[in-house]
């Protein structure tokens, strides 16, 4: 029974983002062209993080799960574009490289804001009890993002308090993780305590769930 509810769940999220999806459309005005090479120039390490990601899900073999939210492009023809795009630094751009690169960066600013900030920056903030990390695993980058927080979640926050939870996953599940939020529907027959979202007090257990195949 479980087991079929889970399938109707899938089907209907399936079903949801074919009608979702919007095509990533040509860029005609030419002030819309330089307006989004300035913030590919302006931000380009926080670009290069986004569509990263993007690229991961979509050459993933389950795409269809986790390349979500999605342009309404053939994946064929979506990896065309991606193998295309040039290195970021530089202005050669095509015009439905642009339209591709719009739609990742209008899809994100939708729903979070994202920006590199030091390591320095990074450990100021975290709690050492929490966060531990060996000298060769230093990040050559390290992203903060901001996302505007629902007004029932404050409210909860400020009725019960919050914990930090550390959650590792492989690169192509970020994009839509970072979208849609962890999906429950999901399990994992080797999940130890059954199907959920698991989540460490530190960040030492889940780091070996971080896996990047690309």
């Known amino acids: 029974v479980f087991d079929d509810k889970r399938r109707k769940i899938r089907e209907l999220k399936r079903k949801y983002r074919k009608v979702s999806n919007t095509v990533s459309e040509p860029i005609g005005d030419p002030l819309a062209k330089d307006k989004v090479i300035s913030v590919v120039h302006d931000r380009t390490s926080e670009m290069d993080l986004l569509l990263s990601l993007f690229s991961s899900a979509a050459y993933h073999y389950r795409n269809k799960d986790v390349l979500v939210p999605a342009p309404g492009l053939p994946i064929s023809e979506l ?4 193998d295309g ?3 970021l630094r530089e202005s050669n751009f095509e015009n439905h490289h642009l339209s591709l690169l719009d739609y990742v960066l209008q899809i994100s600013q939708q729903k979070f804001d ?5 390591y320095d920056e990074f450990i100021e903030n975290v709690d050492e009890s929490e966060y531990k990390i ?3 695993m230093v990040p050559m980058c390290v992203y903060k993002l ?3 927080c629902d007004e029932s979640l404050l409210h909860l926050k400020h009725k019960y308090g ?3 939870g550390f959650h590792g ?9 970072l979208h849609n939020g962890l999906d429950t529907d999901y399990g994992n027959e080797k999940s130890l305590y059954g199907d959920g979202i698991y989540l460490a007090e530190g960040n030492c257990l889940n780091d070996i769930h971080n896996v990047v195949d690309r």
């Open 79 to 82: 990896r065309c574009r991606l």
């Open 85 to 87: 795009i040039p290195d």
């Open 114 to 118: 994202v920006s590199c900030i030091s």
């Open 134 to 136: 060996l000298d060769w």
């Open 146 to 148: 901001d996302f505007d």
């Open 162 to 164: 919050s914990v930090t």
């Open 169 to 177: 996953s492989s690169l192509e599940n970020i994009h839509s993780i």
